[in-house]
């Protein structure tokens, strides 16, 4: 079975802190993805890759940066978390564009 | 405009009853999924189905890209089938086949016992 692991369920942080987002899938897929779901806005796409240090920004990119140095690890970063940024974020991955997309289980960021 | 819309927003069924959640989508996709997201909030992959059908055990799915409408059908429901359901797709046109989707806003679905 696929595997996509982040790294933590609940985190909370400060406003102004850096925040990093860690996400492991063990499949040696091509494509990453980070979303985050917010309640009435459905989920949204931050960032994809789909290749070591290539990236792409999706929907909603401002104020978020990412980081892929690994096929298998892509870490979602918060330059400036704000409080806005309070969200469940969920990272994702597949083989390739027309494969079955797997998620991870979600980190649910608090920023106060 | 909407670009994936789900239908209905909101489903509640008895233990052992059937249902359908349907998908309309605005343009040609040559991507579209089915996710369940359990009350814990993990998405699970259902089912990967630009056209035609497929069957998984209780769960099947049928997606008619020529009218830009996909159907999931839950049959003998289980209080364990309660959650939000997901259609996603990559529209066709301009697409590179990134697998970058496009989520609907999810039908919620309450199975009780």
């Known amino acids: 079975d696929v595997k996509v692991t982040q790294s933590s369920r609940y985190l909370v942080k400060r406003t102004g802190e850096k925040v990093f987002l860690e996400c492991v899938q063990d499949?040696?897929?091509?494509?990453m993805f980070w979303y985050r779901q917010d309640p009435g806005l459905g989920l949204r796409l931050i960032y994809f890759?789909?290749?070591?240090?290539?990236?792409e920004k999706g929907d909603i990119p401002e104020g978020y940066s990412v980081s892929r140095e690994k096929k298998e690890r892509f870490s979602l970063i918060l330059e400036s978390a704000s409080t806005n940024q309070t969200s469940m974020y969920l990272c994702?991955?597949?083989?390739?564009?027309?494969?079955?997309?797997?998620f991870g289980s979600g980190t649910q960021l608090s920023v106060l | 405009g909407i670009q994936v819309e789900q239908s209905p927003p909101d489903l509640i069924l008895q233990e052992g009853a059937n249902s359908t959640l349907r998908c309309n989508f605005s343009?040609?996709?040559?991507?579209l999924q089915w996710f369940h997201q359990n009350p814990w909030g993990q998405l699970i992959n259902l089912f990967y189905?630009?056209?035609g059908t497929k069957q998984n055990g209780r769960l099947s799915a049928t997606t008619v890209a020529t009218e830009r409408y996909s159907l999931l059908y839950i049959s003998s429901s289980q209080t364990t089938d309660s959650g939000v359901y997901f259609c996603?797709?990559?529209?066709?046109?301009?697409?590179?086949?990134?697998?970058?989707?496009?989520f609907g806003q999810g039908t919620t679905l309450q199975v009780k016992p």
């Open positions: 994702a991955s597949s083989w390739r564009g027309y494969e079955k997309l797997f």
């Open positions: 499949m040696d897929h091509e494509n």
């Open positions: 890759s789909y290749d070591v240090k290539m990236k």
């Open positions: 343009d040609s996709v040559n991507n």
């Open positions: 189905i630009p056209s």
């Open positions: 996603a797709v990559e529209f066709a046109r301009g697409s590179s086949n990134t697998g970058k989707l496009i």
